[in-house]
Structures are given as structure tokens and as C-alpha cells.
């Protein structure tokens, strides 16, 4: 049977966590998906630990070693090697629930078919959280609708149709190994339409060895990336305390990273950085 899905995991030195996916992936009762890994370079038990995965001969299991580039290097680089329909990230630090895949064969089964709808979203729920994920799973809305309405406690998590995706790469900036995720998303919405759904499909906390552990030094040691992301941000409906905040945010990167005079000042709206700094003054 040919698959549907790719289950992507990009991971740098995770092989002390990758037992816990690989088991609730081998568990899962519908298998009719590839597990595709790209490992960014790990100096642990990764390799040996995959292949003791693949002899065990459970699911379908792809793995490419590439050096330490960062995460979105290794999302670029499993987007260029999957054919299956769909594609979905998975991290080395998540697990997915109980009968995910096949929830996700039926999600695939309504925007399949339809140019305007990129793929699905679902919840990546923390396993801190005191609630039944039972009781989620009957609502649906298409992204940017008038009802649409994201108030859940969990992290919305993209399935996409593999040749959308393709058209949205990451961007690559020599020695900058991070690019905030939501900088490719938001460049999928403005062009499609997600089915957005309240299911739990996949179970997870952050690391303290993970991206997000130090998000801002993250952007610091990233300043093209972590820019640009915010540049871009600027084409949402943003209010004016949003704005102000992220010129605050656009400004101390820039200005912590020696960026040049024309990327401080007109980067983004020249008369929001002087209104910001004017504030910042005054105060």
C-alpha cells in the first residue's frame, strides 16, 4: 500500500528520548506512513539507536545524517526527500496519541482534494495539563473564518500536503542554525486556508536542552532570521501595542547584533522605530 504520510523528525542528540515516539509510532494500529529522521549532526547513540529501529522491522523507518546545520535545515532537507502526500513534524521530545495516524488519514481525506486548503492543524497537548483530551475532538474551523477561534490549552501542530509545503522553505542563512517555525506557516496561511481541528493527536513537553528553553538568545544568535521573521509579522492586523512591541523587539536585536543603519531604521516602518525611541526616552 502506498504510504500517505511522512512523519518527520528532525533530532540532534535526542537518543535518550527517541524510544518514547518511536514506541507510541510502532503502536499506532494504522500504518500507512513513512517515519522519516534527519539527524543534525549527533555526536550520541542516534544512528545506532535508528538502526536498531529499522532491524526490528515494525514501520517504515528513513534516515538521513546531515551536520549540524539546526532545525530548519533538517525540515528543508526532509521536505526534499519525501513523496508521500502528506508531511508532518514531529519532534524527538513528542509522542503521538493513541490512534493518531489514523485520525489523520481522515483529516487528510477532506482537504486532499481541495487547492485552497493546505492541510490541518491538530493539538500537541503538555502532559502537565490537569484535563481530559478526551472531551476535544469535535470542532473544526478553517483558518482566518469569522469563528475561528484558537482557545485551547495545547500547541496547534501542522499536517500539510507535502507539494504546499514544498513551496515554502525555510530560508538559509550561512552560520545561523535557527529560524522561528511560525516565519513558514504564516507564509502557508497567507496563500491557503488550514483545516484547523481540536484533536489531540500528539503529547509533549519542552527540554531544557531543547530551541525553546532560551528562546531569546536564540533570536540574538540568529538576527537575519529572527528579523525577518519580525518583518514579516508586520503584514498582520496587528494593534498598536503589537507594533510598538515588536519594533522594541525588532530594535534591541538589531542594535545587540551590529546590524547596519538601513536595517535598524528602515527595516521596518521608520516612523514606528523613532515613535519607539522618543518613548523609550521620555521614560
Known amino acids: 500500500m502506498e504510504k500517505f504520510l511522512t512523519i518527520f523528525t528532525p533530532t540532534y542528540n535526542r537518543a535518550y528520548i527517541l524510544p518514547k515516539l518511536y514506541e ?26 535508528v538502526q536498531r529501529f529499522q ?35 514531529i519532534d524527538s521530545d513528542d509522542h503521538l496519541a493513541e490512534n493518531a495516524v489514523e485520525e489523520m488519514k481522515e483529516l487528510s481525506g477532506k482537504v486532499i482534494n481541495n487547492p485552497g486548503i493546505a492541510g490541518f492543524a491538530f493539538i500537541r497537548l503538555s502532559e502537565k495539563e490537569k484535563i481530559d483530551h478526551r472531551s476535544f475532538g469535535q470542532k473544526e474551523w478553517l483558518s ?3 469563528d475561528y477561534d484558537w482557545k485551547v490549552p495545547g500547541e496547534m501542530m501542522y499536517c500539510c500536503k507535502t507539494k504546499v509545503h514544498q513551496q515554502f522553505y525555510f530560508p538559509e542563512f550561512g552560520g545561523e542554525k535557527f529560524c522561528p517555525e511560525s516565519l513558514v506557516y ?33 533570536l540574538l544568535k540568529n ?51 523613532l515613535k519607539m525611541l522618543i518613548n523609550k526616552r521620555i521614560r
Open 24 to 49: 507510541s509510532l510502532k503502536n499506532q494500529a494504522y500504518k500507512n506512513f513513512v517515519w522519516l529522521i534527519v539527524d543534525d549532526g549527533s555526536s550520541d547513540e542516534t544512528k545506532t539507536l
Open 55 to 89: 532491524r526490528e522491522n515494525n514501520i517504515e523507518i528513513r534516515y538521513i545524517h546531515q551536520e549540524n546545520k539546526g532545525k530548519h535545515f533538517a525540515v528543508n532537507q526532509g521536505l526534499r526527500n519525501t513523496k508521500t502526500d502528506f508531511f508532518c513534524v
Open 144 to 146: 482566518g473564518d469569522s
Open 186 to 218: 504564516r507564509r502557508i496561511e497567507r496563500k491557503y486556508k488550514i483545516l484547523v481541528t481540536d484533536k489531540v493527536l500528539a503529547f509533549g513537553d519542552y527540554l531544557e536542552d531543547g530551541l525553546t528553553s532560551s528562546y531569546y538568545q536564540l
Open 223 to 273: 538576527p537575519r532570521s529572527s528579523l525577518l521573521n519580525i518583518r514579516e509579522r508586520f503584514r498582520d492586523n496587528l494593534s498598536e501595542e503589537e507594533k510598538m512591541s515588536l519594533a522594541r523587539i525588532y530594535w534591541d536585536i538589531a542594535s545587540k547584533t551590529d546590524q547596519s543603519f538601513t536595517t535598524k531604521f528602515f527595516g521596518i516602518n521608520p516612523f514606528l522605530i
